[in-house]
């Protein structure tokens, strides 16, 4: 791992539940020795810790609700207070979400994690990370996230329907993260959530440098996600897979 840059991990990419083995959203931004997981659905915490020790987690952030975001989170509370009763752990996890769902106060638990709260003002110093935050189109409450390190940006989608502001938070960032539940000939069959084609769009008109695919579904061939992408994007564009690490 490179300490001066800023590294992603892909832990989970699967939409609504985890593909054999692997996970749905987690992915785990480092720099400087600081670790920040975002999201933590359900297959996450298994996968994580084949490389990356859970006592190394400074903050964990989550975009909504939903099982497939936060489902390995409640696990992972119980890890803190394992570690911490055994001494291993000094003090607890902040974990930062939105304030409009009645699921916010699930972050805190005891003294081993406390929930931090955050809105489209908000804007996030967590470590060398500065994180800032779009309200999405997604059935319950759902934030975007723009983390910047140094010169560096890394817009996260979260689970979104297409909306022009998404472009705007986007603007030249290095990668987007960007949700792709739906193939294009899908485009608009299930409200809040973009197709490929959506996604590509708002990295060209963003006109981000790369893109990621991510929050995939579970039919049909992912390839095709990609080749439907290319044809809106003309960047560098991949497909999010469990263990993909790169150097932002
Ligand atoms: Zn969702």
Same mark, same amino acid.
């Given at each position: 791992?490179?300490?001066?840059?800023?590294n992603?991990?892909?832990? @989970?990419?699967?939409?609504?539940?985890?593909?054999?083995?692997?996970?749905? $959203?987690?992915?785990?931004?480092?720099?400087?020795?600081?670790?920040?997981?975002?999201?933590?659905?359900? #297959? %996450?915490?298994s !996968?994580?810790q084949?490389k990356? $020790?859970?006592?190394?987690?400074? /903050?964990?952030?989550? *975009?909504?609700?939903? %099982?497939?975001?936060? +489902?390995?989170?409640?696990?992972?509370?119980?890890a803190?207070?394992?570690?911490?009763?055994l #001494? !291993? =752990?000094?003090?607890?996890? &902040?974990?930062?979400?939105?304030?409009?769902?009645? *699921?916010?106060?699930?972050?805190?638990y005891?003294?081993?994690?406390?929930?931090?709260?955050?809105?489209?003002?908000?804007?996030?110093?967590? #470590?060398?990370?500065?994180?800032?935050?779009?309200?999405t189109?997604?059935?319950?409450p759902?934030?975007?996230?723009? !983390?910047?390190? @140094?010169?560096?940006?890394?817009?996260?989608t979260?689970?979104? @329907?297409?909306?022009?502001?998404?472009?705007?938070? $986007? =603007?030249? +960032?290095?990668?987007?993260?960007?949700?792709? $539940?739906?193939?294009?000939?899908?485009?608009?069959?299930? &409200?809040?959530h973009?197709?490929t084609?959506? /996604? +590509?769009?708002i990295?060209?008109?963003?006109?981000?440098? *790369?893109?990621?695919?991510?929050?995939? &579904?579970?039919?049909?061939?992912?390839k095709?996600?990609?080749?439907?992408?290319r044809?809106?994007?003309?960047?560098p564009i991949?497909?999010?897979? *469990?263990?993909?690490?790169?150097?932002?």
């Amino acid at each position: 791992m490179d300490y001066k840059k800023l590294n992603l991990t892909i832990i @989970g990419h699967w939409g609504a539940y985890p593909g054999p083995g692997e996970a749905t $959203s987690c992915y785990l931004f480092s720099a400087e020795g600081y670790n920040l997981l975002l999201e933590c659905g359900s #297959g %996450a915490l298994s !996968l994580l810790q084949k490389k990356h $020790s859970l006592l190394n987690l400074d /903050a964990v952030t989550v *975009s909504h609700y939903h %099982a497939d975001h936060i +489902a390995d989170l409640f696990c992972l509370q119980y890890a803190v207070r394992v570690d911490m009763e055994l #001494g !291993l =752990r000094s003090s607890g996890l &902040p974990i930062y979400g939105h304030t409009e769902d009645p *699921s916010f106060e699930k972050l805190t638990y005891k003294n081993f994690t406390t929930g931090y709260g955050f809105c489209e003002d908000t804007e996030l110093a967590l #470590g060398p990370f500065t994180l800032t935050f779009l309200k999405t189109v997604h059935p319950d409450p759902c934030y975007a996230v723009k !983390l910047t390190y @140094g010169n560096k940006s890394v817009v996260y989608t979260a689970d979104t @329907g297409y909306f022009d502001a998404l472009i705007d938070f $986007s =603007r030249e +960032a290095d990668l987007l993260l960007c949700e792709s $539940s739906l193939y294009e000939e899908y485009r608009g069959a299930i &409200p809040g959530h973009l197709s490929t084609g959506e /996604a +590509a769009e708002i990295a060209q008109k963003g006109r981000c440098h *790369s893109l990621i695919l991510t929050h995939l &579904p579970h039919f049909g061939q992912h390839k095709n996600l990609l080749e439907q992408a290319r044809k809106g994007f003309t960047g560098p564009i991949q497909l999010a897979e *469990s263990g993909l690490s790169l150097v932002i």
